[in-house]
Every structure is written in structure tokens, then in C-alpha cells.
């Protein structure tokens, strides 16, 4: 996974995977989502983001499942 935050538009782009992209649903007026031919997520693009997001750290933590 890849974020890219571009401060010139406040616009966040979060990769999931390098799969070609055959579909973007708008899923509010600032946060589309880019889908694969099998209806998988490849991308999320979310504009205005800190307003919307509230992006203003980002930190990733790996949780390791329970036995």
C-alpha cells in the first residue's frame, strides 16, 4: 500500500495495488474509489482531505491477529 498526499490540491491518494483500473465509483462528492475488472479495490482518492479525512498525521501500525 501507497499514500500519496499532493498539498497543492489537498488531494490524498491511497494505492492498494498496481491492477489496471477498469471502474471509478464516486462514493460522496470528494471520495472516489478505483476498482479492478474483478471488482477489486485498486486506489481511493479523496479530495479536500483535511477537511474530510482530517488528515493531519498519519502513522500505520501492524496488529497481529489473536490465537
Known sequence: MRVKY???TDTA???FADN???ETKEISENIYVDLDRQGNLVSMTIEHTRTNAGLREFSY???AGQR
Open 20 to 22: 489496471e483500473v477498469i
Open 13 to 15: 491518494l491511497i494505492e
Open 61 to 63: 501500525q501492524e496488529v
Open 6 to 8: 499532493f498539498s497543492d
